[in-house]
């Protein structure tokens, strides 16, 4: 078997595909050379275009693909693309087999780069790696993503999530919205106000998704994210994210804290001796805790409701649950501890979103696991300037999408 056959099976080419010749040049001054393997068609070929019309050549066009590299050499493949005119004399490009149109890489080329980048390489990596410049790196990666989505159908989803997050710090906002059942991303969009509710409900609607069956929404206090949950999905009770209102509360212990630290020394730098999970504190933080709860009661009483109201999330039974919270505010209410009282009345104008968590009992642990995924992300390749970039590398990571793309082993 010599070369010709080992490279036309090496790109399982078949008839009327041949491989012409290969070309191995090496610069003296360069490390790598470059090796290239040109591929032609059998005289009198004839090819089938869409539709099923099978079309005589009427030209030819000289075309050229990056392809995976040849032990560190590159390598490219170069043809001569046959084009032919259909019974109604328009000509047609015909589409080569180990290429997509409109790329100047080969399939292979592509499906490596999407591996390197699934396994968490960021993209300026991958284009160091394949020693090809990041633009046209993520070209292949947006394309790929977008074919994906496409394709992508929802229609049997009933329980979505929404969050926020942003490109790099404080700038360039997205909308995240999650299947809580399937635990992946199927929406990304620009944006944070009640028209990115709106703009994503439709983007889904054009893949299946029905509105109406949609039975409930899970998100944060957000006055944007509230109006737009009921514009766009009047039949889906809103269950407010647990981990927000549990951050709330925190914020306002912390007021608490800081009163009494003001007039009190010992209390420096306890400040998450309080915030912390009592179970995850050593034994001498423990100690310390419930000696300064005894040494400074308004601290100790603000800490102590705190702690009380993360029962309220371990009651299943809808009727008690919502006597234990009125049972809880009536506490606050007669502790005078002022910044409490205001979480309480937020609790109170928001009562219906945070008591549906004990019919849904929606994890809000699905939003925040997808969420670490993509500060991960953003972390490693240090923010994204382009949103386009960002949104599809959400997708990609989060998303859960299939891709067309060969991935037999590469």
């Known amino acids: 078997m010599n070369s010709k056959e080992i490279f036309s099976l090496a790109l399982n080419l078949e008839k009327p595909w041949y491989i012409k010749e290969i070309i191995f040049e090496k610069p003296e001054l360069n490390k790598f050379g470059r090796l290239t393997i040109q591929i032609d068609f059998e005289r009198g070929a004839k090819f089938t275009i869409e539709g099923g019309e099978e079309c005589s050549v009427y030209d030819t066009k000289i075309m050229r693909w990056q392809h995976l590299n040849f032990f560190e050499n590159e390598c490219y493949i170069e043809a001569r693309v046959p084009r032919v005119k259909d019974k109604n004399n328009k000509v047609h490009t015909i589409q080569v087999p180990w290429a997509r149109s409109g790329s100047g890489f080969t399939l292979l080329f592509e499906a490596y780069s999407m591996l390197l980048i699934e396994q968490e390489m960021p993209v300026n990596k991958v284009a160091q790696t394949v020693r090809v410049k990041a633009p046209r790196i993520w070209r292949v990666f947006n394309y790929w993503i977008k074919i994906a989505i496409k394709k992508d159908i929802v229609s049997k989803v009933e329980q979505i999530g929404i969050d926020e997050t942003s490109s790099k710090k404080g700038h360039n906002y997205v909308t995240v919205t999650v299947d809580m059942e399937a635990r992946r991303v199927i929406h990304v969009g620009e944006g944070k106000e009640a028209d990115a509710v709106n703009n994503m409900k439709e983007a889904l609607e054009t893949r299946g998704l029905q509105a109406e069956n949609i039975k409930n929404v899970c998100i944060d206090m957000s006055p944007a994210y509230i109006s737009g949950v009921y514009d766009n999905f009047p039949n889906a009770n809103i269950v407010f994210d647990r981990f927000h209102v549990k951050k709330i509360l925190n914020e306002a212990f912390y007021k608490v804290w800081q009163l009494e630290r003001r007039e ?48 309220f999330w371990q009651i299943k039974d809808m009727q008690k649950a919502q006597g234990y919270l009125a049972f809880w505010c009536d506490m606050v209410e007669d502790s005078k501890i002022r910044p409490l009282i205001e979480f309480a009345k937020t609790i109170k104008a928001h009562w219906t979103g945070i008591v549906n968590y004990i019919k849904a009992k929606i994890t809000t642990g699905v939003i925040e696991g997808i969420n670490n995924k993509i500060q991960l992300a953003k972390r490693r390749a240090r923010g994204y300037r382009n949103i386009n970039n960002f949104i599809n590398m959400i997708y990609f990571l989060c998303g859960k999408l299939k891709f067309d793309y060969p991935h037999y082993p590469l």
């Open 264 to 311: 009190n020394e010992m209390l420096k730098g306890h400040k998450y001796t309080f915030l912390k999970d009592y179970r995850k504190l050593t034994g001498d933080k423990k100690a310390q805790l419930n000696m300064l709860i005894l040494m400074y009661p308004k601290l100790g009483e603000a800490y102590r409701l705190k702690v009380m109201f993360d029962e």
